[in-house]
Nanobody
Framework: VQLQASGGGLEQAGGSLKLSCAVS????????IGWFRQAPGKEREFVAT????????TYGDFMRGRFAISRDNAKNTAYLQMNRMKPEDTAVYYC??????????????????WGQGTQVTVSS
């Protein structure tokens, strides 16, 4: 399984970005997908996860309705829509897959495969 995260970049506060996570090889619908982020000098932080079917989503506490995770099983791709972005959202964003947890997990250690990360920078 290989994961390719993309869509990061520089955005102004209040703006939006949509990240993509393309999964190659394996059966995409057998994976729950998670998004995590890591800012310089900080630990990796849970952002969101989506179940295999896409019916169940879970978000980090800081989301407060600003972010939305989704997936398209026909395209083997998961997405993270980020709205009303803030400077504190600046981080490298990673997507990951797990076959062990049908509804996903908040714990990074529960994921088996990780993408390379995409940088998101939000200016004030």
């Amino acid at each position: 399984v290989q994961l390719q995260a993309s869509g990061g970049g520089l955005e102004q506060a209040g703006g939006s970005l949509k990240l993509s996570c393309a999964v190659s090889e394996g059966t995409f619908s057998s994976y729950s997908i998670g998004w995590f982020r890591q800012a310089p000098g900080k630990e990796r932080e849970f952002v969101a996860t989506i179940s295999r079917s896409g019916a169940t989503t879970t978000y980090g506490d800081f989301m407060r309705g600003r972010f939305a995770i989704s997936r398209d099983n026909a395209k083997n791709t998961a997405y993270l829509q980020m709205n009303r972005m803030k400077p504190e959202d600046t981080a490298v964003y990673y997507c990951a897959t797990t076959t062990k947890f049908p509804y996903g997990s908040r714990r990074a250690g529960d994921y088996e495969t990780w993408g390379q990360g995409t940088q998101v920078t939000v200016s004030s």
